[in-house]
């Protein structure tokens, strides 16, 4: 597709390997110019450390506060500059000037809204050849392809408002046909179920934890005054929708601990009993686990039951520095630590 001078989407499912694929295309390409990879912060890093591990051979460069102008100017052939898409966006005249060989846009939905102002700025870089990475299967999301392939192949799906009438407002399968026979030759996708086929399948297994009587009596009196306060709030539609939000958000919490609602509470949660009782088997098992949740403030209290037991984690959520997920990253890698708490 570089060579006969169009972009392409590699649209694999997540866990694939789409950044090993990339880091091999830009050493194929290192000799034709510099490369740019625009990535969320929080997977800079990721992109820094796989290259030193894949492709040493590239000159991997990031943007300090010193000295950017010089930094952009300055790069040439096996230089790859990655940049976060905030930055491009607040540097948007610096990357504008330059030219690039190849520019790589990784979580490329993030540009799926043509009337941002990161989109703006995307669409202002210079580069030879183009490149989308996105697990997203985007045959099922219609109007945000457009502006994705504005980017790779601008002018093929011509202008927004041709793009809607062709495609997107006949709504028939007609028109679905003819927008996937238009795009799919720009479109590099597999599914793990055609590549791991050799591999035995993902095993979920859901626990369900029954709350104690005075968790739930605590939870319907929540349930309750959410109620009232909803039949007494603002009428206005925006302003019901946000408070409704936040009354199923205090719920949600309540169900995961009563601490999150009331720090001074003394209810036991039968969910961080049920929780510890599984890490102990686990650690017995010598098993090591990565431990998820939406709420920052409900790992900071398994942080302090796990401190209490002695048991040893690594933790990352959005306010970590860059240079410490790196670090939390690695050392756990390498064995330093029974469980990961991300949020």
């Not at 319907?220 to 039949?231: D, F, K, P, T």
Request: with cysteine; hydrophobic share 40%; proline share 3%.
């Amino acid at each position: 597709l570089a060579e006969m001078g169009a972009g392409a989407c590699l649209a694999d499912d997540m866990g694939l390997g789409k950044t090993l694929q990339t880091l091999a295309m830009l050493l194929k390409r290192m000799d034709k110019g510099p490369a740019l990879v625009v990535c969320p912060v929080s997977i800079v890093g990721n992109w820094i450390a796989e290259a030193q591990r894949f492709a040493p051979m590239l000159n991997m460069q990031i943007l300090n506060s010193n000295d950017r102008d010089k930094t952009i100017k300055d790069l040439t052939e096996g230089d790859v500059l990655v940049t976060s898409y905030g930055l491009l966006q607040s540097e948007e005249e610096l990357f504008a000037k330059k030219e690039f060989a190849t520019i790589v846009l990784d979580e490329a939905h993030i540009i799926k809204n043509y009337a941002t102002k990161t989109s703006k700025a995307i669409m202002n870089l210079k580069g030879d050849f183009r490149l989308a990475l996105t697990g997203t299967p985007l045959q099922n999301h219609m109007g945000e392809i457009w502006n994705l392939f504005n980017f790779i192949n601008p002018g093929l799906l011509g202008s927004l408002k041709h793009f809607a009438d062709t495609y997107i407002k006949p709504g028939d399968a007609a028109s679905k046909k003819l927008l996937r026979k238009l795009i799919s030759p720009f479109i590099l996708r597999r599914t793990k179920s055609a590549v791991l086929d050799e591999l035995p399948p993902k095993t979920e297994i859901i626990k369900k934890i029954k709350l104690s009587d005075t968790e739930m009596a605590f939870y319907e009196a929540l349930r309750r005054q959410a109620i009232h306060n909803m039949e007494v709030g603002d009428d206005r539609s925006g302003a019901k929708h946000l408070k409704a939000l936040a009354e199923i958000t205090k719920l949600r919490q309540a169900s995961c601990n009563p601490l999150l609602v009331d720090a001074n509470i003394g209810i036991e949660s039968s969910k961080l009993n049920a929780f510890l009782e599984i890490v102990e088997e686990l650690r017995e098992n010598k098993h090591r686990a990565l431990v998820f949740s939406q709420f920052v403030s409900h790992l900071a209290i398994v942080r302090r039951a796990l401190d209490e037991l002695g048991i040893k984690y690594q933790y990352l959520d959005g306010s970590s520095p860059m240079n410490e997920r790196e670090q939390s990253v690695k050392k756990f890698q390498k064995g330093d630590g029974d469980l990961f708490l991300i949020s």
